[in-house]
Each structure stands twice: as structure tokens, then as C-alpha cells.
């Protein structure tokens, strides 16, 4: 901690300086930086430590952006409730959570691959502009898994432990209470494999997720990170800020976003 609070200390003036010279250090040191610089901070080394240094350097190039991100996301996700609440193998929901304003996809005119799927009303305006988009550009999307209860995960887990075996179940599926899914704001898309990838569908979400709040939970090569292996088709809503902040600030990987957020937010 000391290491790293001595280089964010410097880390303002040392680049104002090399774009700007003595006068720009002057300014930097007489300009104190903005006090949540130092929350931030602190967040990044309680949850990030690893990527802590890196991060805050993108954070401290542009401050202004990273705060103007930050704070548009938690206001969306503040006033709908849990939209960007961290969720999982660490940190699971209690068995009785259930989002409140769960509605029907037999609601929207959305491709769906059965009649019992459910989302938050939260974020049924993001999708069907997502699903809209997608259509014009000729586009299907086919929504295959959406909320899922505690006991329906429960269900699932233990049928792929009973035939792979916890520890290999426990990569691809989540146990009961620790899957995005119960939150009402994630979806798997058709199908739910591999080869979602390669479908159009797959690859114009790839490019365009981001555009509608949405950003994919579990990348390639990720496991050691999130958990679980590359799922190409689970695509959870995070805010249009949000899936901005993530992008630009944490690499584009949704986890070290929401574990910053879960520190930040203490």
C-alpha cells in the first residue's frame, strides 16, 4: 500500500509534466486532484491489487471521464436497484431474492426459444432497442435463458454435477445463489454453446453489445478471473455507462468493473 500510495501521489505531476513541462507540474502541484481520486484508490487496492497501478493510471489520464461513467452508471443502477450488484462464487444472493419487477419476453416482440423466460422491467427498454438494432442490420437474436430462481438453479447444478462431477460442473455452471441470472438482468443467447460465436448473432454482439448497456460476463482465457469458462453467449446488463467505464478503465472485462463497484460503493 505505501508503494502504491506514493505513486499515486506523484502519478498527476509526473504527467502533466511530460505533456506540459515545468509550467504544466507547477499547475498539477498547484492544483490538488479531485478528492474521490484517493477512494478510488483505495477501492482498486482492496479489490484489484494486482491491476490496481494500471488501472489508476487510466483512471488518473482522464479523471473527468472515468467520474463522469462512474457516476452515471450508479445512478441508473441506484434508482432500478442491484443493476450492477456483484454476484458470484464469492459473493451469492440470498435464496429468496427475486427481483420485484420481473416481466414476461411473451410480452415484447423478441425471438425466444420458450414461453417461461423473464427479465426485469429495468431493462426491457435497453433490450428491445438492442433487439431493434439487430434487426436492422438484419440480425436475429434468440433469447434462450434469462432469470433464473435459486431452486431452478439448485436443479440444474446438481444434474451437471451428477454427470460431470462438481468440480468440473462447477466451471460452466453456477451453484445456487451465485449465478447472474437470479438478478433478472443477464441473458443467454441461441445457442447456448461455442458456436454462438461464430453465428451473425454472435458476432453482432460482440461489436455492438456495449452500445445498448450490455457486455459479456465471462471472456476467453478468463476462468482464473470470473470463475468460469468462455461463454460467448451470456451477456449481462450493466448500464450503457457502465459497459463505457468498463471498456475504457478496466479492459473490457466485466468482472474487475463490478469488484471495483462492490469495493467502491462500501
Known sequence: ???FWRMIAVFPIVLMAACGGEGAEAEAKASPPDPRLRLAADALEAALPDRAAAVYAAVS???GRFFELLDEATAEAD????LLALV???RPLEPGYEPDDLVSLNDY???????DLRLRKAVMAAV???DAAAKADGVRLVFASTYR???????LFKRYAAAYGEAEASRFSARPGTSQHQL??????????EAFASTDAGRWMEANAGRFGFSLSFPRGMEAVTGYIWESWHFRYVTRAGAALEREFFGGVQQYMLEFLDAYSR
Do not use: H, N
Request: aromatic share 8%.
Open 1 to 3: 500500500m505505501v508503494r
Open 61 to 63: 489520464a482522464a479523471p
Open 79 to 82: 434508482a432500478a436497484g442491484g
Open 88 to 90: 458470484d462464487k464469492s
Open 109 to 115: 416482440p423478441l425471438s425466444v426459444t420458450r414461453k
Open 128 to 130: 428491445s432497442e438492442m
Open 149 to 155: 430462481s435459486y431452486e431452478y438453479q439448485d436443479g
Open 184 to 193: 433478472g438482468t443477464a441473458i443467454d443467447f441461441d445457442p447456448i454453446d
